[in-house]
């Protein structure tokens, strides 16, 4: 069906584009694609992809919008707080566009809903920030026989890629397996620089456009490298791993730790036995011998709430340093804002500092203030 006068209009500033045109717009309004993630890689994408005249945007997330959000996560204002990211994005997203259709999802992507979802669209772009999602979107394309556009995130650096398409190499021709759990830190954890996602996010939706519309040069077979402090990029090149078994089916566990499960009650990488829950480190500071505390937050994190009385000691100054105030022979509980530096704070203290009974608070901060 042709264009509308009003979709003429709209997109005119496209239309007139040398090599694009009408066919590749009617291309744009008859695709479907799912967003995994509306958080700071799916926030920018969906607010071009929406623009642009996409058909049918589906958005997948489970949380809920943050307040520490909004630093980057732009679809969303201080009036959206405590709202779910889903629903909250897809009314941002049909003001700007009522010709595109928006379903929102307000759930995890898991083994159960990935494969049917992904089925439904023509490809997929991927604004996940942990290991296991991203794992689980490149086996259910590569089930599906669908592509999937990868935006990541670390500090002040970035990559793009496009995966599984026209038989090029997939996310595990690049990474094989996941890393040990706690191996990399989330966002909340190591902190970013709020246009970095937005620089990311609007990548991955260019190639998106390109894929949809059949124009341009994808980035398949290669990874875009950006680092927004030199504004330089490089792009490396990628070739299938010869002799990996190909995937056949989405293993039933092994997709590693996931970076959203730092929330309350979380499990912070570690044994369970290094570990006590918010409950039970409240009974176990109500009783008559209560533990020693540590914070190994930033001061800023700390300037926001704290576990008091508890010392302080940043992570980062662990190593070397011994809180003065705190005896190696007493029980010691380290908490940290999600359960991750804290489960590393355990073998510093153990191997270098002498102490001996020690637990990390599973959740951190976020959990015990929950």
């Given at each position: 069906?042709?264009?509308?006068?009003?979709?003429?209009?709209?997109?005119?500033?496209?239309?007139?584009?040398?090599?694009?045109?009408?066919?590749?717009?009617?291309?744009?309004?008859?695709?479907?694609?799912?967003?995994?993630?509306?958080?700071?890689?799916?926030?920018?994408?969906?607010?071009?992809?929406?623009?642009?005249?996409?058909?049918?945007?589906?958005?997948?997330?489970?949380?809920?919008?943050?307040?520490?959000?909004?630093?980057?996560?732009?679809?969303y204002t201080s009036a959206?707080?405590?709202?779910?990211?889903?629903?909250?994005?897809?009314?941002?997203?049909?003001?700007?566009?009522?010709?595109?259709?928006?379903?929102?999802?307000?759930?995890?992507?898991?083994?159960?809903?990935?494969?049917?979802?992904?089925?439904?669209?023509?490809?997929?772009?991927?604004?996940?920030?942990?290991?296991?999602?991203?794992?689980?979107?490149?086996?259910?394309?590569?089930?599906?026989?669908?592509?999937?556009?990868?935006g990541a995130i670390q500090?002040?650096?970035?990559?793009?890629?496009?995966?599984?398409?026209?038989?090029?190499?997939?996310?595990?021709?690049?990474?094989?397996?996941?890393?040990?759990?706690?191996?990399?830190?989330?966002?909340?954890?190591?902190?970013?620089?709020?246009?970095?996602?937005?620089?990311?996010?609007?990548?991955?939706?260019?190639?998106?456009?390109?894929?949809?519309?059949?124009?341009?040069?994808?980035?398949?077979?290669?990874?875009?490298?950006?680092?927004?402090?030199?504004?330089?990029?490089?792009?490396?090149?990628?070739?299938?791993?010869?002799?990996?078994?190909?995937?056949?089916?989405?293993?039933?566990?092994?997709?590693?730790?996931?970076?959203?499960?730092?929330?309350?009650?979380?499990?912070?990488?570690?044994?369970?036995?290094?570990?006590?829950?918010?409950?039970?480190?409240?009974?176990?500071?109500?009783?008559?011998?209560?533990?020693?505390?540590?914070?190994?937050?930033?001061?800023?994190?700390?300037?926001?709430?704290?576990?008091?009385?508890?010392?302080?000691?940043?992570?980062?100054?662990?190593?070397?340093?011994?809180?003065?105030?705190?005896?190696?022979?007493?029980?010691?509980?380290?908490?940290?804002?999600?359960?991750?530096?804290?489960?590393?704070?355990?073998?510093?203290?153990?191997?270098?500092?002498?102490?001996?009974?020690?637990?990390?608070?599973?959740?951190?901060?976020?959990?015990?203030?929950?």
């Amino acid at each position: 069906m042709s264009l509308t006068p009003a979709e003429t209009l709209r997109y005119s500033r496209q239309l007139g584009l040398a090599g694009f045109g009408p066919a590749a717009q009617e291309k744009l309004r008859a695709a479907a694609v799912l967003v995994v993630g509306a958080g700071g890689l799916g926030c920018p994408a969906l607010l071009y992809l929406a623009a642009a005249g996409v058909g049918r945007l589906v958005v997948i997330d489970p949380d809920t919008v943050d307040v520490s959000n909004l630093q980057r996560q732009v679809l969303y204002t201080s009036a959206d707080a405590g709202r779910p990211k889903a629903l909250a994005a897809a009314e941002r997203l049909r003001a700007l566009n009522p010709h595109v259709s928006i379903e929102p999802h307000v759930a995890r992507l898991t083994r159960d809903n990935a494969l049917s979802l992904i089925r439904g669209a023509d490809l997929v772009l991927d604004g996940s920030d942990n290991f296991a999602t991203r794992y689980l979107v490149n086996d259910a394309c590569a089930l599906a026989g669908r592509p999937f556009v990868y935006g990541a995130i670390q500090g002040f650096e970035g990559q793009v890629s496009v995966f599984n398409h026209a038989g090029g190499p997939d996310y595990r021709d690049l990474f094989p397996a996941p890393p040990p759990p706690g191996a990399a830190p989330n966002c909340a954890e190591a902190g970013v620089l709020g246009v970095l996602p937005g620089l990311v996010g609007t990548l991955q939706a260019t190639e998106v456009i390109k894929l949809l519309a059949g124009i341009g040069e994808p980035l398949s077979g290669k990874l875009l490298l950006l680092d927004a402090l030199t504004h330089a990029t490089r792009t490396l090149r990628l070739t299938r791993l010869p002799g990996r078994p190909p995937i056949t089916e989405l293993p039933p566990e092994g997709y590693g730790e996931t970076c959203a499960a730092t929330g309350p009650g979380a499990a912070a990488p570690g044994e369970p036995a290094d570990e006590i829950g918010p409950e039970e480190l409240r009974a176990a500071l109500a009783s008559p011998t209560p533990p020693q505390l540590l914070d190994v937050r930033e001061d800023h994190e700390r300037a926001l709430g704290a576990i008091l009385p508890s010392a302080h000691l940043p992570l980062a100054r662990l190593a070397d340093t011994r809180p003065p105030e705190l005896d190696p022979a007493r029980p010691l509980v380290i908490y940290c804002a999600g359960g991750l530096r804290s489960a590393r704070a355990l073998p510093l203290l153990r191997e270098r500092h002498g102490f001996r009974e020690l637990r990390s608070l599973r959740g951190g901060f976020r959990a015990w203030r929950a």
